[in-house]
């Protein structure tokens, strides 16, 4: 049995390489070289200024990585989902709706970090692929007008290619980041022998004396030394795919190792020749391994931003599936993956604004400026929220909870506060980013739960309606209409349109009810009988909820097969059934709770998010819609 789970603890711990580890694992590529960049005030000719900013690196990897996520927050998953979203799922309901058509802080927050990390996918692709294809200014100065095109024709492909899925090429990520990690160790390994003293940066008393040198200089400094952590958020956010153990394994045996190394080894590097303080990182290259480094960094860096474009399809999924965002249209890449999908939207949007930030910056250097808000952000929210679930799901003693958020925020805040002096230097682009999506979440988020409140206070009771059903239906349609409710309790409103207007029902009726479960899946593969609950009522009428997890796309003609055998049904044709919806058109008016300017927000995201028809993967044919006005 344990020679069986080792077996497949390899591949998942190599697939793990490939995915999870590409944004903080091409770090090594431009934090250095941002950290001693002239403008920061810190001199690379002093060797003591190199042990300190090697110090503070490793020790951030050390607590943020190591400590917070892996040992942590890795624990706090939702049946093995990880991520910002899967977090929020744990805390209580009344931290999250306290009231109806209201929206909890702690969803506020966890919407505030969500939104940051979409900031995060636009600038990390721009920056890791810009910052390879910068190497060709070390083989020749001449290349340097090459660089721009280059990485923009990079993005183009790299988007392009999104909507064929990468499940193909997907098994080939973990091998090449794992000649990418190799090929980082050895090369700080080999220049750490430049400089053996670069050692002692180890110590802690070195990035604790750096501070006493450089005062402000050294908390500015964090603006960049945060370069080397990004991605640790990537960890916890694909623990789903992977598990926990195969992204501790990985992190801890192989490339945090590596990533030492290379750190030590730039830092010996600089020791001995600060002259090459531009780029220590092709710095540490053999001249004439050069080319081949060159191509292996950028297609680590394409690797890299493929993890965070497929974070974002993930956010983007599991935010509609809970309320947070409008429907979008989201594709499935591969029959074997649940979690390879492409959204259209997502896409392009990433797609326009990376290459945008590659044209306005030029560098990776200046794009470093714009990079670590997001980031920090978002980091600094997953501790308050963690903080959360321990103290109100898990039970923890109030003292142990509050230590760990201290020792959590101590780090965090120092980061988030110094990568905040770059706001009117670039950190505003992930901030106004953040800002965008983060309107969209809250404004949807506000009138779903309004319109849901709106739908339940005009529900008759369902006794009372069917009681008296012979007073307001004059004429049953031979048939099944399957009507769609976001309450499974009363009358759904839709039904009680086609009664007042036309005094008529199908001789069945369904009252279907689709819900969306705090939990990745609802059942488990191939048993979908377990997702259906159905009862039978009177006069012909009957309940049926089905229920989904937040990474599950919804197939409602599929399970609804199940739920008719489950009702002693098996005799139905699909064909008969119709699948009556609600149409709401939203006025913007004084008479309801949200304000005019959010009403509007709201109604205009209703128009351009995509159909419940295509959304429930219900037949066109089969499908009626009855409008109404609503002011919310």
């Not at 290349?143 to 997907?170: C, M, N, Y």
């Not at 101590?410 to 980013?433: E, T």
């Amino acid at each position: 049995m344990k020679a069986k789970s080792s077996r497949r603890m390899l591949p998942l711990t190599l697939g793990a390489l490939g995915v999870v580890f590409g944004d903080i694992g091409t770090s090594p590529l431009y934090t250095i070289s941002e950290c001693v960049n002239p403008t920061h005030g810190v001199s690379a000719q002093i060797p003591v200024n190199l042990f300190g900013l090697v110090s503070l690196i490793f020790w951030s990897l050390m607590l943020v990585v190591t400590l917070k996520y892996i040992f942590f927050l890795m624990r706090a998953d939702n049946r093995g989902e990880g991520g910002i979203m899967a977090l929020m799922a744990l805390l209580p309901d009344h931290l999250k709706v306290p009231k109806p058509g209201q929206v909890g802080i702690a969803a506020l927050f966890v919407i505030a970090g969500a939104s940051l990390l979409f900031g995060d996918g636009v600038i990390t692709p721009a920056i890791s692929v810009l910052s390879a294809v910068e190497g060709l200014k070390v083989v020749s100065p001449e290349l340097e007008r090459f660089v721009v095109p280059l990485t923009v024709l990079i993005l183009i492909g790299l988007f392009g290619v999104q909507k064929s899925g990468t499940h193909k090429i997907g098994s080939y990520f973990g091998p090449i980041m794992l000649i990418w990690f190799g090929a980082l160790g050895i090369l700080g390994l080999i220049h750490i022998f430049d400089a053996p003293e670069v050692l002692r940066a180890l110590s802690p008393s070195y990035a604790i004396g750096f501070f006493q040198d450089h005062g402000t200089h050294a908390f500015r400094m964090l603006g960049s030394v945060v370069l080397a952590v990004t991605g640790g958020e990537a960890l916890y956010a694909d623990m789903g795919h992977f598990g926990r153990k195969p992204i501790q394994i990985a992190w801890l045996f192989l490339v945090f190792p590596c990533l030492i190394l290379n750190y030590l080894g730039q830092g010996a590097l600089l020791i001995s020749h600060p002259e090459l303080a531009s780029s220590p990182f092709y710095g540490m290259v053999p001249e004439r391994l050069l080319y081949p480094m060159i191509f292996l960094a950028t297609a680590a860096t394409v690797i890299a931003s493929q993890a965070l474009i497929s974070g974002a399809y993930s956010l983007s999924s599991q935010a509609i599936r809970l309320g947070f965002f409008p429907r979008l249209t989201v594709k499935h890449t591969s029959e074997e993956g649940e979690g390879q999908i492409y959204v259209p939207f997502i896409n392009t949007t990433l797609a326009i604004l990376c290459i945008w930030l590659v044209l306005e910056f030029q560098a990776s250097s200046k794009l470093a400026a714009a990079y670590g808000l997001a980031v920090t952000g978002t980091m600094t929210i997953t501790s308050l929220i963690f903080f959360l679930v321990t103290r109100y799901r898990w039970k923890w003693n109030p003292i142990l909870s509050f230590g760990v958020l201290l020792l959590f925020l101590s780090v965090d805040l120092p980061f988030f506060i110094a990568n905040s002096l770059k706001l009117l230097d670039g950190g505003w682009i992930p901030v106004f980013i953040g800002t965008f999506f983060f309107l969209i979440m809250w404004t949807w988020k506000m009138g779903r739960s309004l319109l849901s409140k709106h739908f339940e206070e005009n529900s008759p009771p369902l006794d009372d309606f069917l009681a008296n059903i012979h007073s307001k239906v004059s004429f049953r349609v031979p048939g099944t209409g399957v009507f769609m409710a976001s309450n499974s309790n009363g009358v759904p409103p839709v039904v009680m349109r086609m009664v007042n207007r036309f005094r008529s029902l199908h001789q069945r009726v369904i009252l279907l009810t689709v819900t969306s479960e705090n939990v990745p899946y609802a059942c488990k593969p191939n048993c979908e009988g377990d997702r259906v609950q159905v009862s039978e009522l009177s006069h012909g009428f009957y309940r049926v909820i089905i229920k989904y997890g937040f990474m599950e796309l919804p197939d409602i003609p599929r399970v609804m097969k199940v739920a008719f055998e489950k009702l002693g049904l098996p005799d139905q044709n699909a064909d008969d059934i119709l699948y009556v919806l609600g149409h709401e058109t939203f006025v913007e008016r004084n008479a309801g709770e949200m304000s005019r300017a959010k009403q509007a927000i709201f109604s205009f995201l209703s128009r351009n998010a995509r159909n419940a028809t295509d959304y429930f993967g219900l037949p066109p044919q089969q499908v009626l819609e009855l409008g109404t006005q609503i002011d919310l």
